[in-house]
């Protein structure tokens, strides 16, 4: 058996102050040794890997003598041995993010440690939670040690936020009550600040939308899409994200994401992969005749400039769409603003009020089917989707050939 025990406080006392040529460690057994750094600092510091050999090691840091004396470094030792046979890593319920600093959480650490093991994996946009932390909370409460942040504190932050920004407070008190659960669970970190409060107390929830294009907006959507580059009110990639936004009814994050070699020319078929659909399953949707010629063109000028993507530059990003698309409505001299989102209601709308079976117009829209149906009915209805975009494409070139406008292009 490894001896244990091994040092001293006599022989810790020798060593406090006394200058080194540099740094030095001094093993007491079981996994803790006492470092001794070039200007004679002593600190408690321990030892273990997680997972094996083959991992990475882990210095922690436990405490510094003579603030914490060895016999209560040793306990905190054999604590942090226990969490080791629990499979809990000691850093969590120690609580300490750098075995140098031995500072406490900041709020700052918390959000990021969710961040990192929570959002990352399992949220798609996490980067906005990322952005919402970075522009209403770090500049307010970042350095705060979480366990000195008190309700108080929270309320005037989000209260502040609030003023001018009272969606984006709501969804920002979601994450970040969230992420003090999350740290709380996993022994990370503790805060219960926030428990009693509601996104209302805090925010405003994001009202639900219900606007749907009149048949001379939506005419007027798809006259600018289709008309030529010289002519046309709308750059080039204005017009291809309306036209696929109008006729698929599809999520702008999957047009942003959606490679050439998605889109099937011989089956004439678009599958949106499940890493980019919002219910984690494939989306497929056929390609209506219509336009089929219109995409072979796209492809072709896509594969002489290099690019595997169907939208390129600045658009391919969600913040840019959003805020582009939310102009439209003037640039057409609409009275109701709408915005991209509104198109997918669009096309729901209308193909319902043609006859479409619902169930087929949820497929379009990528939705998963309710109850049972929605585990064990596997079929696609390619045949339904088609004929549904088919009529829809149809009646969308209905409206600009009946335009009063001589020469409203088609597609």
Same mark, same amino acid.
């Given at each position: 058996?490894?001896?244990?025990?091994?040092?001293?406080?006599?022989?810790?006392?020798?060593?406090?102050?006394?200058?080194?040529?540099?740094?030095?460690?001094?093993?007491?057994?079981?996994?803790?040794?006492?470092?001794?750094?070039?200007?004679?600092?002593?600190?408690?510091?321990? /030892?273990?890997?997680? @997972?094996?050999?083959?991992?990475?090691?882990?210095?922690? #840091? *436990? @405490?510094?003598?003579?603030?914490?004396?060895?016999?209560?470094?040793?306990?905190? =030792?054999?604590?942090?041995?226990?969490? $080791?046979? %629990? @499979?809990?890593?000691? =850093?969590?319920?120690?609580?300490? !993010?750098?075995?140098?600093?031995?500072?406490?959480?900041?709020?700052?650490?918390? $959000?990021?440690?969710?961040?990192?093991?929570?959002?990352?994996?399992?949220?798609?946009?996490?980067?906005?939670?990322?952005? +919402?932390?970075?522009?209403?909370?770090?500049?307010?409460?970042?350095?705060?040690?979480? #366990?000195?942040?008190?309700?108080?504190?929270?309320?005037?932050?989000?209260? %502040?936020?609030?003023?001018?920004?009272?969606?984006?407070?709501?969804?920002?008190?979601?994450?970040?009550?969230?992420?003090?659960? /999350?740290?709380?669970? =996993?022994?990370?970190?503790?805060?219960?600040? $926030?428990?009693?409060?509601?996104?209302?107390?805090?925010?405003?929830?994001?009202?639900?939308?219900?606007?749907?294009?009149?048949?001379?907006?939506?005419?007027?959507?798809?006259?600018?899409?289709?008309?030529?580059?010289?002519?046309?009110?709308?750059?080039?990639?204005?017009?291809?994200? *309306?036209?696929?936004?109008?006729?698929?009814?599809?999520?702008?994050?999957?047009? +942003?994401?959606?490679?050439?070699?998605?889109?099937?020319?011989?089956?004439?078929?678009?599958?949106?992969?499940? %890493?980019?659909?919002?219910?984690? =399953?494939?989306? !497929? +949707?056929?390609?209506?005749?219509?336009?089929?010629?219109?995409?072979?063109?796209?492809?072709?000028?896509?594969?002489?400039?290099? #690019?595997?993507?169907?939208?390129?530059?600045?658009?391919?990003?969600?913040?840019?769409?959003?805020?582009?698309?939310?102009?439209?409505?003037?640039?057409?001299?609409?009275?109701?603003?709408?915005?991209?989102?509104?198109?997918?209601?669009?096309?729901?709308?209308?193909?319902?009020?043609?006859?479409?079976?619902?169930?087929?117009?949820?497929?379009?829209? @990528?939705?998963?089917?309710?109850?049972?149906?929605? !585990?064990?009915?596997?079929?696609?209805?390619?045949?339904?989707?088609?004929?549904? $975009?088919?009529?829809?494409?149809?009646? *969308?070139?209905?409206? !600009?050939?009946?335009?009063?406008?001589?020469?409203?292009?088609?597609?």
């Amino acid at each position: 058996m490894a001896a244990e025990n091994k040092l001293s406080d006599r022989q810790l006392k020798a060593l406090q102050g006394k200058s080194q040529d540099k740094q030095r460690l001094f093993s007491d057994g079981r996994g803790m040794s006492v470092r001794v750094s070039k200007n004679g600092a002593v600190s408690f510091v321990m /030892f273990y890997r997680l @997972g094996g050999r083959e991992t990475s090691p882990v210095w922690l #840091t *436990l @405490g510094k003598y003579p603030d914490m004396s060895l016999k209560l470094a040793r306990e905190k =030792r054999d604590e942090c041995r226990t969490w $080791l046979a %629990e @499979g809990i890593d000691p =850093r969590h319920r120690i609580g300490l !993010i750098t075995e140098e600093s031995q500072r406490p959480v900041t709020v700052k650490d918390a $959000l990021e440690y969710w961040l990192e093991y929570y959002a990352k994996p399992k949220r798609r946009t996490w980067v906005v939670c990322e952005q +919402r932390f970075a522009r209403y909370i770090y500049g307010r409460l970042g350095d705060v040690p979480l #366990t000195l942040c008190n309700a108080a504190m929270w309320v005037k932050c989000f209260d %502040e936020v609030r003023k001018t920004a009272p969606v984006a407070a709501g969804h920002t008190f979601r994450d970040v009550k969230q992420a003090l659960k /999350f740290c709380r669970v =996993r022994r990370y970190a503790t805060s219960n600040e $926030l428990e009693d409060f509601t996104v209302m107390d805090m925010g405003e929830r994001a009202k639900k939308r219900d606007r749907v294009l009149t048949a001379d907006e939506v005419r007027d959507v798809w006259y600018w899409a289709n008309t030529e580059e010289n002519n046309s009110k709308l750059s080039p990639v204005n017009r291809v994200t *309306l036209v696929i936004l109008m006729v698929f009814g599809c999520r702008g994050r999957e047009l +942003r994401e959606s490679l050439w070699n998605e889109w099937d020319f011989k089956e004439w078929i678009w599958t949106v992969p499940k %890493e980019h659909s919002k219910n984690g =399953r494939e989306i !497929i +949707r056929p390609i209506p005749p219509q336009i089929r010629q219109w995409l072979v063109n796209l492809r072709a000028i896509a594969e002489e400039e290099g #690019t595997e993507r169907l939208l390129n530059g600045e658009f391919a990003k969600q913040t840019v769409m959003s805020t582009v698309g939310s102009r439209f409505w003037r640039k057409f001299r609409h009275e109701k603003s709408w915005c991209l989102h509104d198109l997918r209601r669009v096309l729901a709308t209308n193909l319902n009020d043609m006859g479409v079976d619902p169930h087929v117009v949820e497929q379009l829209l @990528g939705h998963t089917l309710p109850g049972v149906m929605g !585990i064990y009915n596997r079929s696609q209805y390619l045949a339904a989707k088609l004929d549904a $975009l088919t009529r829809w494409v149809d009646y *969308l070139n209905s409206l !600009i050939r009946s335009d009063a406008k001589e020469g409203s292009p088609n597609v």
